[in-house]
């Protein structure tokens, strides 16, 4: 028997030491976290699947929303992620809890986690030729809030949805707006909700607010002083499949009883540059929205590439020229990823901005695959080339499909976890998680 000497330990240690410190070193900002689910990504590979929106619990777990499928037909889908990215088996069943309503499901298109840890969430369907919102509140465990509106759902509203998100205001009440891109005349709208899922009538016209002077909404945020923000003009999500349009956007803000708060910009409303699919608030009140951008101008006849945009205003509307180049900062995917654009945004404790959606291209025809793109814009809008590649990254969760990052979290660790969905046709889509590193 040969027997390792100490020294012969000592350097066996050491150099064990070195390459866990080398591997280490070698990850960088804008990569996968290989620790989470499977080498990165969790996936929901059944076919009948999309992820649109996610949010973080208190304790860390990961709460996705969006479509599945159950008994067949399609349905309102919650799914819980542990930490590591492996599916919660005490949320619903073995993780995923599917909601069927009375009328057709499309899925949740908005998320949020109450104080008290219950989910609301917003989905869409229809009956007949009517297009359906309702929200639904479930229980830290996966089921069902009974005590919610009628047996856990609002009664459905007729809302002209492509797409939308939801707020929760501080005193518990539920904002949701949405709306249809390039409507024809169909306006789009806005409705509140009481704690206890009833339309709120101190709201609006009895609970609604009907705006044609905006079209698509995409995003709604509070602003401290309970005025109500609501982007629009971003990429429609055709049942299961939103792609970057580089058309205007707009933001407009609401008083709290739903009338146009005219004191904001404009008459109430302040045009984007870019389209308006994402918005948030920084913590020093000023307003950031992201969405898809013309990033180069080529000459006839080539197209103009399509990459992501940035643009910052203060909170009362107004372009703060400081951001980016003079107010608008984007990013270009490459020639290989010239149909790309932002859907998501979030903001990293430093005030770092990370935006997320599609980097694609036409390969033949109408045929466009895409990939997730990211990129990271520091708090002044400079590219941050210290993540991924130069300040972008790109990762292809299905070959040869149409894959989106619809939604974003940041870990209280900081890093960040995106959610979107893979499509092959209207029949075959599949939903995805990735967490990156963000240093």
């Given at each position: ?86 599916l ?8 995923i ?23 609301v ?43 939308g998100?939801?707020a ?5 009440r ?36 009907v ?14 002083s ?13 049942v ?14 609401y ?84 149909i790309?654009?932002a ?60 894959s ?18 893979s ?17």
């Amino acid at each position: 028997m040969r027997f390792i000497t100490t020294p012969q330990r000592l350097a066996l240690f050491t150099m064990a030491l070195v390459l866990c410190v080398a591997t280490q070193a070698a990850a960088k900002a804008g990569d996968l976290d290989k620790s989470f689910a499977s080498g990165g990504i969790f996936s929901v590979t059944t076919g009948e699947a999309a992820a649109y929106a996610v949010a973080m619990q208190s304790d860390g777990k990961i709460v996705l929303a969006g479509t599945g499928f159950a008994n067949g037909g399609f349905t309102d889908m919650l799914i819980r992620l542990n930490t590591d990215g492996t599916l919660d088996s005490s949320f619903g069943s073995g993780g995923i809890a599917n909601f069927v309503p009375d009328s057709l499901a499309f899925g949740f298109f908005a998320l949020a986690i109450q104080s008290d840890g219950k989910i609301v969430a917003a989905a869409d369907g229809a009956t007949g030729r009517q297009a359906l919102m309702q929200v639904v509140r479930v229980n830290s465990d996966g089921n069902l809030d009974t005590s919610f509106g009628s047996g856990g759902f609002t009664p459905p509203m007729v809302f002209p949805l492509e797409s939308g998100n939801l707020a929760l205001q501080p005193d518990g009440r539920i904002l949701v707006a949405a709306g249809v891109s390039n409507p024809n005349g169909v306006p789009s709208e806005m409705a509140r909700f009481t704690t206890s899922g009833q339309l709120d009538t101190t709201f609006g016209n009895g609970g609604g607010v009907v705006n044609l002077a905006y079209q698509g909404p995409t995003q709604i945020a509070l602003q401290p002083s309970g005025k109500i923000l609501v982007a629009s003009g971003g990429a429609a999500r055709l049942v299961f499949q939103a792609q970057p349009a580089a058309q205007p956007g707009a933001i407009t803000r609401y008083n709290s009883d739903g009338t146009v708060d005219k004191t904001f910009a404009s008459s109430g409303t302040v045009a984007s540059l870019a389209s308006a699919s994402a918005l948030l608030l920084q913590s020093d009140g000023k307003i950031v929205i992201a969405g898809s951008l013309t990033s180069q101008v080529n000459a006839p006849s080539a197209a103009n590439d399509v990459g992501f945009g940035i643009a910052r205003y203060s909170s009362n509307g107004v372009l703060d020229r400081s951001f980016g180049a003079r107010g608008v900062a984007t990013v270009d995917f490459g020639a290989n990823a010239p149909i790309s654009g932002a859907f998501a945004l979030a903001i990293q404790s430093n005030g770092d901005l990370v935006a997320a959606g599609a980097a694609g291209g036409t390969i033949s025809g109408n045929k466009v695959t895409s990939a997730f793109g990211l990129t990271r814009f520091t708090s002044a809008g400079k590219l941050d080339t210290s993540f991924g590649l130069k300040g972008t990254v790109i990762t292809t969760v299905a070959s040869g499909q149409y894959s989106w990052v619809a939604s974003l979290a940041i870990q209280n660790d900081g890093k960040i976890v995106a959610v979107g969905t893979s499509q092959f046709n209207t029949d075959n889509t599949n939903a995805y998680g990735a967490r990156y590193l963000a240093q």
